[in-house]
């Protein structure tokens, strides 16, 4: 149970276009989604909370009209990289949650995304 | 006050071996501490997680110490496995959801 997945599992694209990821709750409703940002060899980096039917809200730093998040229903979550640069290549990880007694976060298995 | 501070950076153990990873916390707010196990290019998977009414959890070759006075808490794996090597993380949340993740600790097991 509590499996998470992401797609596409690795993006190339030009700079300039945009680059769209899915994040599905396979076998649960998720409460809440979080996307995440990690470097190489580095701990993740949270970008934004995102509730199913409302805005995401997103970390200090993390610029909202270039990391467009979509929460469309309780299993399903996307993040839109806008205009992309080489500076945007990292690795993308999701996760859902859901709540038993304290709140578990399941994690996606990633995108890796490279911008060229 | 909402970090989490992980060590060793970097631990290298033999097969059998039983490697310790620590982590510090300094808000009392927390009372959830889970770890997380990653391995190149995957995300990370949820191993084991304690909250603070406990001392102790064990389950497998994974156990977490935790210290409520000290602000500290410790993942131990017993007789540990080449396919262990892998990332970790510890992290920690409170009521507001987020997870706030350690530096993570890089093992690897030799046989």
């Known amino acids: 149970g509590a499996v998470v997945s992401q797609h596409p599992s690795r993006v190339i694209c030009k700079s300039g276009t945009s680059v769209k990821i899915e994040c599905r709750s396979l076998?649960?409703?998720?409460?809440?989604m979080f996307w995440y940002r990690q470097f190489p060899k580095q701990s993740l980096m949270l970008m934004a909370t995102s509730n199913e039917g409302s805005k995401a809200t997103y970390e200090q730093g993390v610029e909202k009209d270039k990391f467009l998040i979509n929460h469309a229903s309780l299993t399903l979550s996307t993040l839109t990289v806008t205009s992309a640069h080489p500076e945007d290549s990292s690795f993308y990880i999701c996760?859902?949650?859901?709540?038993?007694?304290?709140?578990?976060?399941?994690f996606g298995p990633g995108t890796r995304l490279t911008v060229t | 006050q909402q970090q989490v501070k992980q060590s060793p950076q970097s631990l290298i153990v033999q097969k059998g071996g039983i490697p310790i990873i620590n982590c510090a916390y300094e808000n009392t707010a927390f009372d959830y501490f889970p770890w997380y196990q990653q391995f190149p290019g995957k995300g990370p998977a949820l191993l084991i997680a304690i909250r603070p009414d406990v001392s102790e959890k064990k389950e497998g070759r994974f156990t977490i110490s935790f210290n409520k006075s000290a602000k500290q808490f410790s993942l131990h794996i017993m007789d540990s496995q080449p396919g262990d090597s892998a990332t970790y993380f510890c992290?920690?949340?409170?009521?507001?959801?987020?997870?706030?993740f350690g530096t993570g600790t890089r093992l690897q097991v030799f046989p």
């Open positions: 076998d649960f409703q998720a409460t809440t």
């Open positions: 996760s859902a949650s859901v709540r038993t007694g304290v709140l578990k976060q399941y």
């Open positions: 992290a920690a949340s409170n009521n507001t959801d987020k997870l706030i």
